[in-house]
């Protein structure tokens, strides 16, 4: 496996107001052992819309510290997030934040 | 076994031998959970990992029939394209074409027997990078299967970058 980039990815915040006074829920994306490294990318591409370089460190964080948060905000998104990652086999969870 | 883009619109995979054949004809089998627990846990995840058993529930209910549909929808285009294996007389050897436009079903039907089948044996982490394949049982043909399945969606992930 290539060494991981040593930066944090960034997490994805929903910056609508009327979300701001709730506590905001995590999609958690979490290692398996099966998953291709490169179907990972991909997919968080193509769910998240993310650049290349962001989904690939999101798919490193995953897969070297077990789970990778790939989005903050309102459960219902968040529900429809996961089920979207459930839909390309990905173990992906929906958590409250701790923050 | 060669994979190649022929045209703009399709994919051939030819001089497949009778192993890699008979693997490919277990694409849609072997992605079926069946009654087995872990492959069907691993196909149908809990959406809060287990924290919320009213939440599973619904999802269960409301969420994984779409699922099961989105899986079969790839099984089915992989089952069509099956069809259209044609095989050489004297050489032994198969052939088969698969548009370009039905890759994402294959990548998707790959994984799904992939994960059905890592389940169902139970390979961890260390069972899928180890070097050299454990004793010649159903466990080690299992295991084959899962790393050529991944061959195929590596190939086939490039095709569509």
Not at chain 1, 5 to 21: H, K
Not at chain 1, 56 to 80: D, N, T
Not at chain 2, 36 to 54: H, T, W, Y
Request: hydrophobic share 40%; glycine share 6%; aromatic share 8%.
């Amino acid at each position: 496996m290539p060494v991981a980039p040593t930066v944090d990815p960034a997490v994805e915040q929903d910056t609508q107001t009327d979300e701001a006074l709730e506590t905001p829920w995590n999609v958690i994306v979490h290692n398996d052992p099966v998953n291709l490294m490169s179907y990972v990318a991909r997919i968080f591409m193509k769910v998240f819309g993310f650049p290349r370089e962001k989904a690939e460190r999101h798919m490193m964080e995953v897969h070297e510290k077990g789970r990778s948060i790939l989005w903050s905000g309102q459960r219902e998104r968040a529900e429809a997030y996961v089920q979207q990652l459930h839909g390309h086999l990905l173990l992906a969870t929906i958590e409250k934040s701790e923050l | 076994m060669k994979i190649e883009r022929l045209d703009a619109s399709t994919v051939a995979i030819s001089g497949i031998d009778p192993l890699c054949l008979q693997l490919l004809q277990k694409i849609v089998p072997s992605a079926a959970p069946g009654d087995d627990r872990q492959a069907r846990g691993r196909l149908f995840p809990s959406p809060s990992g287990g924290r919320e058993p009213e939440f599973d529930h619904d999802w269960h209910d409301y969420v994984e029939p779409d699922l099961r549909r989105l899986f079969q929808g790839a099984l089915d285009v992989v089952r069509e394209d099956l069809a259209g294996l044609t095989q050489a007389a004297r050489r032994k050897e198969a052939a088969l074409r698969i548009p370009v436009t039905n890759l994402e079903a294959w990548i998707h039907a790959l994984n799904q027997a992939r994960l059905a089948l890592a389940a169902r044996h139970g390979f961890t982490e260390r069972d899928m990078s180890a070097r050299a394949p454990v004793e010649g049982d159903e466990r080690a043909l299992a295991l084959f299967q899962v790393h050529f399945y991944g061959f195929l969606q590596e190939c086939f992930l490039r095709e569509l970058e």
